[in-house]
Structures are given as C-alpha cells and as structure tokens.
C-alpha cells in the first residue's frame, strides 16, 4: 500500500511566510517587491556553490526560471505572494508603487517563527540579511 | 542536465515498474489499421484535420480512455453542460499547437522549425494529458500526496529543476516507458520515425513538463513553449473550450495573438542561442484578455462553492478506496475513469476505511456525489466579510517621543538611540497601513495547507465541538466527523507576468508583461476579493449551530463574520 504523507515539508508557502516574518522581526516593513526572487535565487545558487545541502533541500518547492540577461521568474514565488496577500500578511500601498508592505507586527512575526525549527530560522536570518541592500 | 540520470534513479524506476504495467494493459492487442489522415470537426477550432500517424495515436486504447475523463471534473455538478472530456481537449490542444506553428513559421523572419520539429510539437500536444486520471486535477491531488510521488516530484525538481505538476510526470512516465516507446515505434507512421528513436520521448516528455529542449550550444524554448508557456496551446484551447461547455461569455482576441506570436533569437546568459517564443508589443493586449478569461474561469468554475465541496466529498471517497486496499498504486488513478470510480465502493462490505476515526460509509458517498446530494454551507470566509474583534494597541507617537527624550536626557548610545528610532517608525508604518485588515495567514496555514491526515484530526476536533454544542441545545446527535468539510483553498496563480516574452518596438529587446501592465498585481488584488474559505456541513444538520461552532473554531474569538446571513443561508 502507498504511503500517505502525514504532513508537508517545507513548502513555498512556509518559506515566504518565514522569511517575511524575519523581515518584520529585523523591523524591515518595507522591501521591494521586483528585488525578492532574485535575492532569494541568489541565495539558492550560493548555497548550491557551497553544497549545503540541508538548506538547498529548503528550496524543494520553489522553481526558478533563468531568463535571458538577470531577469529570473518564479511563479511559485508569486504565487505565494499573492496568498500572503490574500490572507493578510503583505500588501502594497497603491497598485503602482513597487513596495511590498509587510503588516506583520513583531509579536506576529514571533508567533509565526515558532512554528519553524531552529535551522529554517537560521537561514532565513541569514536571507533576510541579503535584502540589506536593497 | 541528462536526462537518463533521472530516469535511472530509484525514485523514478518505483512509479515506472508501476505505470508500465498500466500500459502494457492498454495497448495489448492493440494493432492500428488506420493508414489514412481524418478531418475532426470541432466547436472550438472548427474542422481540423489530423494524419494518419495522429489518428492511429488517437485511435489507441490508451488515448481513447481520456474520452471518461472529465475536463474540469466534478463542475458539471454545478455547470451540467461542461461535460467534455479530456480527449477532445488533447484534440484540441493540437489543433491549436498546429495552428501556432503555421503561424509562427509565417510571422518569423526565419523559420525556427527544424525537420520534424511541428510533428514532435503536435505529438507532445496530442499527448499532454495523457497522465491524468479520474476527475482530472482531482485525482493528482489525491496521489500527490503519496510519499513516494512526492519524492519522485523533488527528484524531477532537484535533476531537471523543473517542479511538474503530477499529471505531468505521469505522462513523462507512460511516454518513456519500454512498451509505449515499442508499441510506438513499431506501429504508428510517424514520418523519419528511425532517425528521432534515441530521443523523440525524451524530448516529447521534456516539453509536457516544461523543460527545454538543448542540443550543444542552442537551446529550443519556443518548442517547449508551444506546449508548456506562458500562452501555450493548452491555455487557448481550454479556455476556450471551459468557457463555451460552461455557457459563460468569455473569449481573448486568438486572432490578434496568432498574428503577433514569433521567434526571436536571443543570447542567454550561458552564452547560448535560445530561440523564444515571443508576442510583439502590439499583441500584449491579447496575453490580458486571455488572464483576464483564467482569473474569471477560477473565479467562476474551479472555486466555485459547490465543485470545492464536491470534490472535498471525492477525496474522502478516493482515500477510503486506498485504505481499504481497493485502490493500491498509482496506476489505478490511470486505470480507474470517471465511470469506474464511483462503483468500486460496493467492494467497501463493512469495513471502516479510517479505523482510528467513525465509519465513513463509501456507497452512501458515492450515491449522494452522483446524485449531487452536496453539504450546506454553513461558514464563509473572506478577507470583506470578517472584522476583528479584539481591539489593537494603539502606538502613541507622543507618549514615545517623550519617552525617547527622556532616555536622551540620561545618556543613551547611538546604537540604541537608532534602534528606538527603527522601532517607532515600523511600529508606526505598520499601524497606519493595517487598518482594518485580518490577519488569515494563520487560518491558512493550520487548515488550508495541511495533507488529508492532518485534516481528518481537524474535522473530528469540530465535530467534537458540534456535538458538545447540539447536547447543550437538547438535540440528538445524527452526524459525524464525516459530515464536516473545512475547505481553506489557496488562492490560484498568475505567475507569468514576469516572463521576458514582449518583443520591443525595437524588434530586439525583450520586456516582461509587467513592463506593460501590473498584470500580477491587479490579479493578486482581484484574487484578494474573489478569495473565500467554508466550512460545509450535510443538509440534516442545524446551520445555525454548525455557523457558531465554526466562528469559534476557524476565527478563534480574534474576529468575526460581518452580516452572515447576506452570505449564507442560516437563521441566526
């Protein structure tokens, strides 16, 4: 008989949801939305460079697609987005302004990091940090 | 990436074992005797004419079952005239993919198609689909949720970086399989057919998955394109077709795009020559239209209240079957039609499919799915219909700036000095942009996201509660966990806005969708609106005390729904 699975592992959706928790924890309310899949792509390739292999298993359900030039898409990045932004947890301020606002606030935020072990924390202080510069 | 490390690995050589059997059963015996080409007549493409290779394709027993399978699955229990199958589907998404080709070969400087390229795309296309099961997407959620296929979909991920959808892999497998490629091989006059022997499947597999195909230093994208893209023959065709069978009025200009499609040479970043299939500026309007028809056909069919609870009442039904052993293996999701599916509840005899929780009764099931004898609503949620409660702290601007002030007057370090500062402004920013917004991440994420199991334990938890309040009223309890249903859907993407397939004025440079229009956004924020959760209950159930138990259990006294009854049919 086939095995049911009991539950998920990480999914797209705990992964943005973490790393938007992380953002608001670091009091980053505002990032900008065109910037996030490439930062996170980046991220991905570095750790791939390095063979880390617990973090790349992270990125399981999250597909990029290199395009030509830096453009690089991924439409279960998006729709994650889209949920977060159904359910609450990001928004943007007017339809034509690039910003992605997280309303999460820090005891949100908290509540949502609880529910992630230790080492899916740790790599996502450690993305959250790459969107430093932007 | 090689291929054949994929199909080599264990993962892959399981499920294989498995779904060759499966077609080892369908095309036993079957010898095509076909030698001609046929004209198919069509309501969406009018009449389309198929050759002889195409026809002896169709004609075999492994792709005239997808005549029992339903397009859109149980939505003709809502749309009764969206009956249509997969097979005219497949025949149409080759109808379409011919038409692009001619088009494409008609609109591009030069023609991009190799010899035998437009009959590699017509045969992807005929062959698309031929991975589904039962009730279409139905059915892949329910074996998607199997270790090992879940295993085999990371395996694809990690290999190929490509995450296909089950159905996909499923046709990935039966085109590759020994006997398919044999039977193939052997019988159907496919034109050259001994030259492409080595790779046709791989790269017929490729493009269903959405995969390039790669030959040294050139990569062939449109051809995957064609097939898998962002304005794929799939879309035109079941867009069109889903529309038309539901009787709703929607429809994108196809002539505007098929005059405005071509392929344009670009260098990526790995130097290679990619040759992509693009729409010039002037066609974007019809890549809107036709977002604008998917977000409707979502909206419309696939969410609609009554499919979500109908197919809620099939996968209870489906992992019954499978844990009493009368579904065992992937291949029985290919095995088993839409026809077949609801008989093999009679196998049920008095076993309990889910012995750790109450008797759920398979042949009650399926007679009250094929009857359309479907649960009440008794719950809606979305983010216009529900208010918070609980009255949020208001952060007082003055009161910190006092305080900050104070703490300056005692000395403080230009560290902590810049964090308080941090703070206030988030904390600010964030209360002026909340307003009245809900927070449902939390009610997503314990109840929309999780597997079948998890959602068994959920459902006994608010029966537990339903009977509590039912023995409170004086009632008899005649229900159980069964009788409840929590749907908490994810909202449906419209990811492609990103892609860089805009050809510029310039004839040179490449835009994405959103250069032009936010299409993302304005679907994000339409699906933000359209979004909605229920919790259903069967008809015999009191609605009104199904509606407060489910307040309290989905919004846990943090919020509420306003005028439930403008949504609902309950007597609060």
Same mark, same amino acid.
């Given at each position: 008989?086939?095995?049911v699975l009991?539950? @998920?592992?990480?999914?797209?959706?705990?992964?943005?949801?973490?790393?938007?928790a992380?953002?608001?924890?670091?009091?980053?309310s505002?990032?900008?939305?065109?910037?996030i899949?490439?930062?996170?792509y980046?991220?991905? =390739?570095?750790?791939?460079?390095?063979?880390?292999?617990?973090?790349?298993?992270?990125?399981?359900?999250?597909?990029?697609? *290199?395009g030509?030039?830096?453009?690089?898409?991924?439409?279960?990045?998006?729709?994650?987005?889209?949920?977060? $932004?159904?359910f609450?947890?990001?928004?943007?301020?007017?339809?034509?302004?690039?910003?992605?606002?997280?309303?999460?606030?820090?005891?949100e935020?908290?509540?949502i990091?609880?529910?992630?072990?230790?080492?899916?924390?740790?790599?996502?202080?450690?993305?959250?940090?790459?969107?430093?510069?932007? | 990436?090689?291929?054949?490390?994929l199909?080599?690995s264990?993962?892959y050589?399981?499920?294989e074992?498995?779904i060759e059997?499966?077609?080892?059963e369908?095309?036993?015996?079957?010898?095509?005797?076909?030698?001609?080409?046929?004209?198919?007549?069509?309501?969406? +493409?009018?009449?389309?004419?198929?050759?002889d +290779?195409?026809?002896?394709?169709i004609?075999s027993?492994?792709f005239?079952?997808?005549?029992?399978?339903?397009?859109?699955?149980?939505?003709?229990?809502?749309?009764?005239?969206?009956?249509?199958?997969?097979?005219?589907?497949?025949?149409g998404?080759a109808?379409?993919a011919?038409?692009?080709?001619?088009?494409?070969?008609k609109?591009?400087?030069?023609?991009?198609?190799? *010899?035998?390229?437009?009959?590699k795309?017509? /045969?992807?296309?005929?062959?698309?689909?031929?991975?589904?099961g039962?009730?279409?997407h139905?059915?892949? #959620?329910?074996?998607?949720?199997?270790k090992?296929?879940?295993?085999?979909?990371t &395996?694809?991920?990690?290999?190929? !970086?490509?995450k296909?959808?089950?159905?996909?892999?499923?046709?990935?497998?039966?085109?590759?399989?020994?006997?398919?490629?044999?039977f193939?091989?052997?019988?159907?006059?496919y034109p050259?057919?001994n030259e492409? $022997?080595?790779? /046709?499947f #791989?790269?017929?597999?490729?493009?269903?998955?959405?995969?390039?195909?790669?030959?040294?230093?050139?990569?062939?994208?449109?051809?995957?394109a064609?097939?898998?893209?962002?304005?794929?023959?799939?879309?035109l065709?079941?867009?069109?077709?889903?529309?038309?069978?539901?009787?709703l009025s929607?429809s994108?200009?196809?002539?505007?795009?098929?005059?405005?499609?071509?392929?344009h040479?670009?260098?990526?970043?790995?130097?290679?020559?990619?040759?992509?299939?693009v729409? !010039?500026?002037?066609?974007?309007t019809?890549?809107?239209?036709?977002?604008?028809?998917?977000?409707?056909?979502?909206?419309?069919?696939y969410?609609?209240?009554?499919?979500?609870? #109908?197919e809620?009442?099939?996968?209870d039904?489906?992992?019954?079957?499978? @844990?009493?052993?009368?579904?065992r =293996?992937f291949?029985?999701?290919l095995?088993?039609?839409?026809?077949?599916?609801?008989?093999?509840? &009679?196998q049920q005899?008095?076993?309990?499919p889910?012995p750790?929780y109450?008797?759920l009764?398979?042949?009650?099931?399926?007679?009250?799915?094929?009857?359309r @004898?479907l649960?009440?609503?008794?719950f809606?949620?979305?983010?216009?219909?529900v208010e918070?409660i609980?009255?949020?702290? !208001?952060?007082?601007l003055?009161?910190?700036?006092?305080i900050l002030?104070? $703490?300056?007057?005692?000395?403080?370090t230009?560290?902590e000095?810049? %964090? @308080?500062?941090?703070?206030?402004?988030? %904390?600010?920013?964030? $209360?002026?942009?909340?307003?009245?917004?809900? /927070?449902?991440?939390?009610l997503?994420n314990?109840?929309?996201?999780v597997?079948?199991?998890?959602?068994?334990?959920?459902?006994?938890?608010f029966?537990?509660q339903?009977a509590?309040?039912?023995? &409170?009223?004086?009632?008899?309890?005649?229900?159980?966990?069964f009788?409840?249903?929590?749907i908490?859907?994810?909202?449906?993407?419209y990811?492609?806005?990103?892609?860089?397939?805009?050809?510029?004025?310039?004839?040179k440079?490449?835009l994405?969708?959103?250069?032009?229009?936010k299409?993302?956004?304005?679907?994000?924020?339409?699906?933000?609106n359209k979004w909605r959760?229920y919790v259903?209950?069967?008809?015999?159930i009191d609605?009104?005390?199904?509606?407060?138990?489910?307040q309290?259990?989905?919004? !846990?006294?943090?919020?509420r729904v306003k005028?439930?009854? %403008?949504?609902?049919?309950v007597?609060l």
């Amino acid at each position: 008989m086939l095995t049911v699975l009991a539950e @998920r592992e990480l999914t797209a959706y705990d992964f943005m949801r973490c790393l938007f928790a992380t953002l608001a924890k670091n009091k980053r309310s505002i990032i900008n939305k065109s910037a996030i899949v490439k930062v996170i792509y980046d991220f991905q =390739e570095a750790m791939l460079r390095e063979n880390n292999h617990d973090v790349i298993s992270m990125f399981d359900d999250i597909e990029f697609r *290199k395009g030509i030039d830096e453009n690089v898409v991924s439409y279960d990045i998006n729709e994650v987005i889209n949920n977060l $932004q159904t359910f609450g947890v990001v928004g943007k301020l007017n339809p034509t302004y690039d910003k992605l606002f997280i309303y999460l606030t820090e005891q949100e935020a908290d509540e949502i990091l609880s529910q992630y072990n230790q080492e899916v924390q740790d790599t996502m202080s450690l993305l959250a940090g790459c969107f430093a510069g932007e | 990436m090689d291929i054949s490390v994929l199909m080599s690995s264990d993962e892959y050589k399981t499920i294989e074992a498995d779904i060759e059997s499966f077609v080892k059963e369908k095309l036993d015996g079957y010898k095509p005797s076909r030698t001609t080409g046929k004209t198919i007549h069509d309501p969406v +493409w009018g009449s389309v004419e198929y050759s002889d +290779w195409e026809m002896q394709l169709i004609d075999s027993p492994l792709f005239q079952r997808l005549r029992d399978i339903h397009q859109v699955g149980l939505a003709m229990l809502t749309y009764p005239a969206a009956r249509h199958s997969r097979f005219e589907h497949s025949l149409g998404v080759a109808a379409a993919a011919k038409k692009m080709c001619e088009k494409i070969s008609k609109n591009s400087k030069r023609c991009p198609f190799k *010899k035998n390229d437009k009959n590699k795309v017509y /045969l992807a296309a005929l062959l698309h689909d031929i991975g589904h099961g039962f009730y279409s997407h139905l059915s892949e #959620s329910i074996y998607g949720e199997f270790k090992a296929f879940d295993k085999l979909i990371t &395996k694809f991920k990690r290999m190929l !970086k490509r995450k296909p959808k089950a159905h996909e892999a499923l046709a990935f497998i039966i085109i590759n399989t020994e006997t398919f490629r044999n039977f193939f091989f052997e019988n159907i006059n496919y034109p050259d057919k001994n030259e492409c $022997q080595g790779y /046709l499947f #791989s790269d017929v597999g490729k493009m269903i998955i959405g995969a390039n195909i790669e030959e040294s230093d050139e990569v062939y994208s449109f051809l995957t394109a064609i097939i898998n893209g962002p304005f794929d023959a799939d879309k035109l065709d079941y867009i069109k077709r889903d529309s038309h069978t539901a009787g709703l009025s929607l429809s994108y200009d196809m002539e505007r795009l098929f005059t405005k499609i071509v392929v344009h040479t670009v260098q990526n970043e790995s130097r290679q020559t990619e040759y992509r299939l693009v729409i !010039k500026f002037n066609g974007v309007t019809a890549i809107e239209e036709l977002t604008f028809c998917r977000i409707m056909l979502f909206s419309y069919i696939y969410y609609h209240q009554k499919v979500l609870i #109908s197919e809620a009442m099939v996968k209870d039904y489906v992992h019954g079957l499978h @844990r009493l052993g009368i579904i065992r =293996e992937f291949s029985d999701f290919l095995r088993y039609t839409d026809s077949d599916i609801l008989k093999l509840a &009679k196998q049920q005899g008095n076993k309990s499919p889910f012995p750790k929780y109450e008797m759920l009764n398979l042949e009650k099931l399926a007679l009250n799915i094929a009857n359309r @004898r479907l649960p009440k609503r008794c719950f809606e949620i979305s983010q216009s219909n529900v208010e918070n409660i609980a009255e949020e702290p !208001k952060f007082d601007l003055t009161h910190q700036c006092q305080i900050l002030a104070e $703490q300056c007057k005692n000395g403080i370090t230009a560290e902590e000095l810049q %964090s @308080r500062i941090e703070l206030m402004i988030f %904390s600010l920013r964030n $209360q002026e942009t909340r307003e009245d917004k809900v /927070l449902l991440d939390s009610l997503y994420n314990e109840l929309g996201k999780v597997t079948f199991e998890a959602m068994l334990a959920l459902r006994k938890k608010f029966y537990i509660q339903l009977a509590n309040e039912y023995s &409170k009223a004086g009632k008899a309890v005649n229900f159980n966990m069964f009788d409840v249903y929590i749907i908490v859907p994810k909202s449906a993407n419209y990811g492609e806005a990103g892609d860089s397939v805009i050809l510029g004025r310039n004839n040179k440079d490449l835009l994405q969708i959103n250069d032009f229009v936010k299409l993302d956004d304005w679907a994000a924020s339409f699906n933000s609106n359209k979004w909605r959760g229920y919790v259903f209950v069967s008809e015999h159930i009191d609605l009104s005390i199904a509606f407060k138990v489910a307040q309290k259990f989905i919004l !846990k006294g943090k919020a509420r729904v306003k005028k439930p009854t %403008s949504y609902m049919k309950v007597d609060l």
